[in-house]
């Protein structure tokens, strides 16, 4: 069996398995069922699922905070969650979310069906799906608009370089800006300390070069003591590894408190930043000097204001143009 037919399999499976569960009102296998209605305006007709609702709590931190809040829904046989206004345009992510929560994965799409479910993700606080999703984004991106590292066939690289295959790419890359950025944001919260405050990158904790430091203890072979001021045994060998154990603390000390020193300064200039708005800014950046030349991304830029502050900050290279036309 293939890969393909075995993931049919599996779709047909699961709608017979929840229509099942449903008519037995949520008592089948002993799982409590939650009715999902998803009916955003973009739908034709709202769509019903009834999902095992530990499977939607432990994929969604949404749907768990619904599971375990006591309220009075909570003594219905079948609690009821309704996902209308502001899911627009998500049906095949969601249902591409009920295949993820049941088997860990979910059939890849193109970087617009990525960006789609990284959406989905954020809002359903769904964390392990966000990282795949992201990670998926980002192969879709370089995979497209690096084709012509990725592609040896001379034919298809041909169809690729066509103008029909470069408005699409421009287009799809267009709109994963603003699903991504009209999507996501930015984390909340004060730029957070390095890493975490210890002896490892802060330099208050760090122990001391100074000649008299106790931080510093070197253990000989005759079980002398050594501290950076001096080693007890007499023996040459003992005091030649003292002496270089010594010198190599000092260095470890010296660096890690330039990299806290740099750390510190990044902070002072830089901004936290979720990873898929950074892959995206990132993969557009890389390919300015392609994306300027159609009028739609000036005007992406004008509309996504963190678009573009981000992607001033990415490395940037292009050649000079006659682009901007000055008035006299």
């Known amino acids: 069996m293939t890969e393909k037919s075995k993931k049919r399999s599996f779709a047909e499976w699961v709608p017979c398995l929840l229509l099942f569960a449903a008519a037995n009102k949520g008592r089948s ?24 609702a530990d499977k939607l709590e432990e994929t969604s931190e949404y749907f768990a905070g619904f599971i375990r809040f006591p309220g009075t829904e909570a003594t219905e046989e079948i609690r009821e969650v309704q996902l209308g206004e502001g899911w627009e345009r998500l049906e095949g992510a969601w249902a591409a979310f ?20 990284v959406v989905l993700a954020e809002r359903l606080v769904a964390g392990e799906l966000k990282k795949l999703a992201t990670a998926r984004l980002e192969k879709e991106l370089v ?15 041909e169809v ?11 287009q799809q890359a267009f709109q994963v800006v603003r699903l991504i950025y009209g999507g996501t944001h930015r984390p909340y919260g004060p730029e ?13 904790q760090l122990p001391s070069q100074s000649n008299d430091s106790p931080s510093f203890i070197f253990k000989c072979k005759h079980n002398k003591v050594g ?4 080693l007890q045994c007499s023996a040459t060998r003992c005091q030649s590894r003292w002496d270089n154990s010594l010198r190599q603390f000092e260095k470890q000390v010296e660096r890690r408190i330039k990299e806290f020193e740099l750390e510190e300064e990044r902070r002072k ?6 990873r898929a708005r950074k ?23 004008e509309e996504v204001g963190e678009f573009a502050s981000d992607l001033l900050m990415e490395q940037l290279d292009f050649t000079a143009s006659e682009l901007v036309h000055a008035d006299e």
């Open 29 to 52: 296998f002993g799982y409590e069922l939650i009715h999902v209605i998803f009916s955003p305006s973009t739908s034709p007709e709202p769509k019903r699922f009834y999902l095992h």
């Open 98 to 117: 009920i295949e993820f929560m049941y088997s860990g994965t979910y059939e890849k799409g193109d970087m617009v069906c990525e960006a789609s479910m």
């Open 143 to 157: 995979r497209d608009l690096d084709y012509e590292k990725h592609t040896m066939d001379a034919a298809l690289l």
């Open 160 to 170: 690729l370089d066509s103008e029909d295959e470069r408005q699409r790419r421009a």
């Open 192 to 204: 957070p300390t390095p890493t975490a405050l210890n002896s490892e990158n802060d330099p208050s």
């Open 227 to 230: 501290t950076a001021e001096s």
């Open 269 to 274: 200039f830089g901004y936290k930043n979720c």
């Open 279 to 301: 892959v995206v800014a990132e993969q557009i950046a890389k390919h300015v000097e392609y994306f300027r030349q159609w009028p739609e991304f000036r005007l992406v830029v």
